[in-house]
């Protein structure tokens, strides 16, 4: 499991006008099971949520989704886990916000937040549906990481800055949620703020 994030809400910076009590330390090492599961077509669509099943490789890579709107192939899984052809496996890697934009190997990159939104839907000022209920979105990731937070390529500036840290930040997404935040990049104290990363390319 990853180290215990303590993340309070004087130090959660908002980009647009969203919920604090939604927190941003919602992350798991593994997606949950999908319990409701009972179909034999080796999707994870089961009963519970959005169908996944839905082949959206295109021109992407195995392990990569293609998202025909922006012409993008984005990652399937966090960094650190593995795509078995339905799902991601393994245990994420979580870095903080200095670090991220060098976990994307070879052409890959972090994502922007315009990028996000492109697979997200009724995006407004204040956020967007969640990506179990963006058709683009839901088709493309599992429920597990439907619920995971990620470090954008996106460098963000809040008045007034964080009590800890340098007044630059870091945004972070909530697909969950679907909503955005800046967190501070690095820190004084003790604690790092620590999210995963998607990566996407440019589709061949």
Request: aromatic share 6%.
């Amino acid at each position: 499991m990853f180290r215990t994030l303590v993340i309070l809400t004087s130090i959660v910076f908002c980009v647009a006008a969203c919920d604090p009590a939604l927190g941003v330390a919602k992350m798991w090492n593994d997606p949950p099971p999908d319990a409701g599961d009972t179909d034999d077509d080796g999707g994870t669509d089961g009963d519970t949520d959005t169908d996944t099943d839905t082949d959206v490789s295109g021109p992407c890579d195995d392990d990569e989704a293609y998202d025909d709107g922006a012409d993008l192939c984005w990652t399937r899984c966090p960094i650190g886990m593995s795509w078995d052809g339905a799902a991601c496996t393994g245990s994420a890697s979580s870095t903080i916000g200095a670090d991220a934009p060098g976990e994307c190997n070879g052409n890959r990159r972090l994502p922007t937040l315009d990028e996000y939104k492109g697979i997200l839907d009724s995006c407004n000022s204040s956020g967007c549906d969640s990506c179990s209920s963006s058709d683009a979105c839901s088709s493309m990731f599992t429920s597990g990481i439907q619920s995971m937070d990620f470090w954008m390529d996106e460098e963000c500036t809040v008045d007034p800055p964080p009590p800890i840290g340098p007044d630059d930040g870091r945004l972070v997404i909530s697909l969950d949620g679907a909503v955005w935040m800046c967190i501070p990049l690095n820190d004084v104290g003790t604690t790092s703020y620590e999210f995963l990363n998607l990566c996407v390319k440019d589709a061949p």
